[in-house]
Every structure is written in structure tokens, then in C-alpha cells.
């Protein structure tokens, strides 16, 4: 199994940058697929990011991509989540989830086995 614990978020201008950071406790990091998913109130959980086990194939939302930019140190246990020119409709809970999986992607969260607690990110207009 694996533990994740998202860090990172918090309250920044509109145009602003965050980089959250996902740290996973447990045995064979590097063979978990590792996502983010975000959700604003009143709305469904929606997939932002997700990078493969090797780092070698990235996954981007179509409302982020070319905004926010993933990626992984196996060595440490960690994924990044770097998010650029953020807006309004960005605010919501960021989650990273994982899933022990030979697959290089995921974008459904059902898909998804571990979740983190979540992290608030709210962008001020």
C-alpha cells in the first residue's frame, strides 16, 4: 500500500503560480501511476494531471494543459504538480491519488486506489 500526503496549496492572486507536492509513504513508489484530481464545490471530482510510473508519459485536462506542468522523483517518494496562470475556476481541493498499476494512464478517479486528504487551493480574482 501507499500513503499520500498533498502539500502546497493556499491563496494567491489570479495569474499567480502554486506547485503542490504529493509525498507517498510505502514500498515500490515507482510502480504506482500517480494523478491529481481537483473539485470545487458543487461540482463533480474532476482529473487534472497524471504522470506515469517512469515519468515517461504525462496527462493533462484540457482546461490546464499548457498551464500546469507534472512530474516525479522516485528517489524521494514525491510528485509535483506545478500550476501556472492560474484563474478563478481553478479553485478547489487538489488531491493526488495513486494506483498500483502496469497502465500509463488514468483519468477516471474510480481508477485511482490511494487518495490523499486533499489540499486547498483558492485563486482571488
Known amino acids: 500500500q501507499v500513503q499520500l500526503v498533498e502539500s502546497g496549496g493556499g491563496l494567491v492572486q489570479a495569474g499567480a503560480s502554486l506547485r503542490l507536492t504529493c509525498v507517498a509513504s510505502?514500498?515500490?513508489?515507482?510502480?504506482?501511476?500517480v494523478g491529481w484530481f481537483r473539485q470545487a464545490p458543487g461540482k463533480e471530482r474532476e482529473f487534472v494531471a497524471s504522470?506515469?510510473?517512469?515519468?515517461?508519459?504525462?496527462d493533462f485536462a484540457h482546461s490546464v494543459k499548457g498551464r500546469f506542468a507534472i512530474w516525479r522523483d522516485n528517489a524521494k517518494n514525491t510528485v509535483y504538480l506545478e500550476m501556472n496562470a492560474l484563474n478563478p475556476e481553478d479553485t478547489a481541493v487538489y488531491t493526488c491519488a495513486a494506483v498500483l498499476s502496469a497502465r500509463p494512464y488514468f483519468t477516471k478517479s474510480m481508477d485511482y486506489a490511494y487518495w490523499g486528504p486533499g489540499t486547498q487551493v483558492t485563486i482571488s480574482s
Open positions: 504522470i506515469s510510473q517512469d515519468g515517461d508519459r504525462n
Open positions: 510505502g514500498q515500490s513508489f515507482s510502480d504506482y501511476l
